[in-house]
């Protein structure tokens, strides 16, 4: 993936499981929980619910900030029995995808369950989502036309 996750962000490693769990399906998060054992009960505090959150542009990708649109967006929020408290926001109207990133972002915050939540459920979301984008840019590579510039000699 080509996203940057600076250092000085206050959280780098929830940031990346995050934009993980953001982009990835409801059922194969829910396929890949299901190989962690029990989970805990978890109660939803907030939502799910969709709204719209205003996009923002840059000119040039440096530029002065513009109103590009509106996009969906479901967020939600989970506590679960032991007390942890996950959140996620996932673009569109996927109100299991947004419980489930929000159930796992709890479960990653508790330090007995992290290391297996993340070896089980993260990092083979994120192995795939590489290879999804590795194919991509295969795909996108193999229609690639070179341009040649040449330069006219007058004698």
């Not at 940031?15 to 829910?30: E, Q």
């Not at 007390?83 to 569109?92: I, M, R, T």
């Not at 109207?93 to 330090?111: F, K, P, T, W, Y």
């Amino acid at each position: 993936m080509n996203d940057s996750f600076s250092a000085d962000h206050p959280c780098p490693a929830r940031r990346r499981w995050m934009a993980v769990l953001a982009r990835a399906k409801a059922d194969r998060i829910a396929a890949l929980l299901g190989r962690c054992g029990e989970l805990p009960a978890h109660t939803v505090i907030r939502g799910p619910d969709c709204g719209l959150v205003m996009v923002r542009g840059r000119a040039g990708g440096g530029g002065s900030a513009f109103n590009l649109g509106e996009m969906t967006v479901t967020r939600c929020t989970v506590r679960t029995d032991a007390g942890f408290v996950g959140h996620a926001y996932v673009a569109g109207r996927e109100q299991r995808r947004a419980e489930l990133a929000a159930l796992v972002d709890a479960l990653m915050q508790d330090q007995d369950r992290a290391a297996d939540i993340e070896a089980r459920v993260i990092a083979p979301l994120e192995r795939l989502q590489a290879e999804h984008a590795a194919a991509r840019a295969a795909k996108a590579a193999a229609t690639r036309v070179q341009f040649f510039a040449m330069q006219t000699m007058r004698t």
